[in-house]
């Protein structure tokens, strides 16, 4: 079996600059990486200084080779499970290919999942036309006819927020009825509330057209926001009884969970969390890892005497 001082499960941003800083830090680290990444759909990624407007396949495939630079592999494959060893901290990491790897500390980075709201159209042009983040993808859309479809209550703070990069912004009362508060707030930033279901999206030639709605009529829009619901990809982390609040693993600000050895970074613990706040949150933990390390390290060598 593979040993390691600390296995990395998950290969995007959070996985691989914690790889980074600890093959840096001359610790033998491996990342496992299931190569499905959140934002494969995004053609380019933005707010990242010096990467902005990158492809994100070319941000991974850049940080894999940096990765390798200093030693450390990334292991394509999926993880099974976590089994704590004999003597703690310690773990074996056992891949569904059979392979197994001997870890002194575990890293979860493993993200999570966008549910998106069921709307016949939607899928096809996600990551595309419709969209998510405002910070991630506003500037793209500026002064176009953009929509935000309302699936519960965040819909109306996130028109209030596009109406940043557009004049033109409608709120489609999709399956949330603004409150009287909410219409206010809309009306004070000039955002129009369209009213009923929608039944689907207008698609031309594979880009967004507008939102059709359940008469038949179709409110023409260029860009669609809508909120997502988060699905944490935290069973390795529940399965180890890392302790969970509010449907997260709660770490601290370094990713330390509850269970000793066990830290987790970037989406997986921070759903609002950009490409370039999990890569720093891969960044901090790894250095608190490292120095976990040295201190384990420095208790054996006195015990040694």
């Not at 001082?5 to 680290?29: E, F, K, Q, T, Y």
């Not at 207008?202 to 699905?231: H, K, N, Q, W, Y």
């Not at 050895?261 to 960044?283: C, K, Y």
């Amino acid at each position: 079996m593979d040993a390691y001082d600390v296995v990395v499960i998950g290969g995007g941003a959070a996985g691989l600059n914690a790889a980074l800083v600890l093959g840096r830090a001359r610790r033998r680290v491996a990342v496992v990486d299931a190569g499905e990444p959140r934002n494969a759909p995004a053609a380019h990624m933005q707010g990242f200084l010096s990467r902005d407007g990158m492809p994100p396949a070319e941000l991974l495939t850049a940080g894999r080779a940096e990765v390798a630079g200093y030693g450390g592999e990334v292991i394509p494959g999926r993880v099974a499970g976590i089994d704590r060893a004999h003597r703690e901290p310690g773990f074996t990491v056992r891949l569904t290919n059979g392979a197994a790897l001997s870890a002194r500390r575990v890293l979860v980075a493993t993200g999570l999942t966008d549910e998106l709201p069921e709307l016949p159209g939607l899928p096809e042009v996600w990551g595309r036309d419709v969209l998510h983040c405002p910070y991630c993808h506003g500037w793209e859309v500026r002064d176009q006819a953009i929509g935000v479809l309302a699936t519960d209550e965040r819909a109306v703070h996130q028109a209030l927020l596009v109406k940043q990069w557009s004049d033109d912004v409608v709120l489609f009362a999709h399956a949330y009825a603004p409150t009287a508060e909410d219409r206010r707030k809309l009306d004070a930033r000039k955002v129009a509330v369209v009213e009923g279901p929608a039944a689907g999206l207008a698609i031309d030639a594979g880009r967004l057209r507008g939102v059709e709605l359940r008469s038949g009529r179709i409110v023409e829009r260029s860009a669609l926001f809508v909120a997502p619901r988060f699905v944490p990809i935290d069973g390795l982390l529940r399965d180890l009884g890392c302790a969970v609040e509010n449907g997260l693993v709660q770490v601290d600000s370094f990713g330390r969970t509850s269970v000793a050895g066990v830290w987790a970074a970037g989406n997986v613990v921070l759903p609002m969390a950009s490409v370039v706040m999990a890569a720093a949150a891969g960044a901090a933990a790894a250095m608190v890892i490292n120095g976990d390390l040295v201190e384990e390290e420095v208790s054996v060598a006195l015990a040694a005497g």
